[in-house]
């Protein structure tokens, strides 16, 4: 069974609500969150012989930006809000 996949349109309609002056990054592997600057579009074949587009970063060394922020990670559910510890009394010099 194939996930269901975003269509041109749904992108389309999902990027209009957004200020057209926003850079589009590309967020990739859920396992290890990276940021990827996004510089192509195009359109090919795939291997079922459905047409395609695809999202491409560049290849300059650059185009992977780092990491993904973790507020996005969070928003996507690629990981969990984390909390800080609890913090224990400290122990005093004299071992109480």
């Known amino acids: ?3 269901s996949e975003i269509t ?9 609500a957004r200020d057209p002056g926003t850079p589009v990054r ?9 940021e990827h600057g996004l510089e192509q579009v195009v359109q ?8 395609v587009v695809y999202l491409a970063e560049g290849r300059d060394a650059d185009a992977q930006l780092g ?9 996507l559910v690629w990981q ?9 009394p400290r ?3 004299g071992g109480q």
């Not at 041109?8 to 209009?16: N, Q, R, T």
């Open 1 to 3: 069974m194939r996930r």
């Open 8 to 16: 041109v349109g749904e992108l389309i309609d999902l990027l209009s």
């Open 26 to 34: 590309l967020a990739m592997n859920p396992f290890v969150p990276m």
């Open 44 to 51: 090919a074949t795939d291997v079922t012989g459905r047409k």
């Open 67 to 75: 990491h993904l922020p973790p507020e996005v990670a969070i928003l």
């Open 80 to 88: 969990g809000p984390v909390r800080a510890p609890t913090r224990r």
């Open 91 to 93: 122990r005093t010099a």
